[in-house]
């Protein structure tokens, strides 16, 4: 009947299982199946000459991962490293990589009406390109994040090249 006014994300039942993290003073959220698993903070391997957003490899059950600047990739200010500090696991474009984020609170679920559109201030500062939306909670606002498109076509080759050069050298 009204199927050309009613869009799909407006169902009433529709919602995203989110991984909500902290980089500096903003909150963000990932859709969960985009995150194989999150971890401690661990040490991590620096590759010389490697761009400003690769802070190294890091060694996962025998799996070298490239380990990326999250905060740099997007341009914002981060926390000194504490207890707090995560790498959260994701899978992007068939590579295994992980993004330092200063912490991990809550995995939620969110009703697919309350996600707007990114206003033009943080589409401004941030990159639209892998910003989803903005998700309205009772008393916050998240930013919802694409993984899919965090990394730019050359960022993604880059770190392609590294992983694929880091298990080399591990297996032999």
């Keep these: 009947m009204a199927g050309l006014a009613q869009d799909t994300k407006t169902t009433s039942d529709s919602e995203l299982q989110l991984v909500v993290f902290n980089v500096g003073k903003e909150e963000f959220g990932v859709e969960i199946m985009k995150v194989q698993e999150i971890i401690r903070m ?3 391997t620096r590759i010389p000459q490697a761009p400003e957003y690769i802070r ?6 025998g799996r070298i991962i490239v380990v990326l600047n999250l905060n ?3 341009g914002m200010d981060t926390k000194e490293q504490d207890e707090n500090t995560r790498i959260v696991v ?8 992980g993004f330092i984020v200063d912490s991990v609170s809550e995995v939620i679920r969110l009703p697919e009406k309350n996600v707007e559109p990114a206003p033009a201030v943080i589409a401004s500062k941030i990159g639209t390109e892998y910003v ?12 919802l994040l694409d ?3 965090i990394l730019g076509g050359n960022q993604l080759l880059s770190v392609q090249k590294i992983s ?6 591990e297996a032999a």
């Design 42 to 44: 661990t040490n991590i």
């Design 164 to 169: 694929m050069e880091a298990s080399g050298i």
């Design 72 to 74: 740099v990739i997007m």
């Design 132 to 143: 989803q939306g903005v998700g309205k909670m009772e008393d916050r606002l998240l930013i």
């Design 90 to 97: 994701a899978n992007i474009d068939e590579t295994v990589m």
């Design 56 to 61: 190294g490899i890091i060694n996962l059950r």
């Design 147 to 149: 993984l899919d498109k």
